[in-house]
């Protein structure tokens, strides 16, 4: 084969996994069941992205009683209970997956606006952060504080996005 044909299938085959990841987090953002999360504040401020949001949820808070069954950077799926408002709770902890509406997550470190306060285990799934327009981090921060909620959808494997947020 020549330089000029494996170059165009590269490209092509760069361009098919491309195609597929936006697929794949269009189908998680469109067809995923959607709820609502609780969250912990901490710094939405970033000194080199801008307005980044870190979000940190309820149920990403894992019950130091149970943590000595995991081990860091584990897959775990933590299976959600819904209540009548569709705010999300942690139902079951489990390193197999469940039935109904789920998680997937990976065992890690608590975030913290300070790295002398990040002890402990924390679930991790992905939606941890977020991007937001120019000047609104502050009144994101504001919002979540005073109880404001994640919408977020869920895909039937446990891949979560962020859609949005609920006051």
Known sequence: MNLKKITKII???WLVISFCFVVKSEYTLNLGKEVL???IPVDPRDIVMGDYVILNYEISQFPRYKDYLFEYNQPIYVKLDVNNDN???IDKISKEKPNGI???G????CQSILPIFRSGKCITYGIES???????GRKLERDLANGALVKVSIDRYG???VKGFVK
Request: no cysteine; net charge positive; aromatic share 16%.
């Open 37 to 39: 999360l609780k969250t």
């Open 11 to 13: 490209l092509f085959s």
């Open 130 to 136: 977020y991007y937001v327009k120019e000047g609104e």
């Open 102 to 104: 789920f998680l997937k």
């Open 87 to 89: 705010i999300a709770s």
């Open 159 to 161: 891949n979560a996005k």
């Open 106 to 109: 990976t065992m890690g470190t």
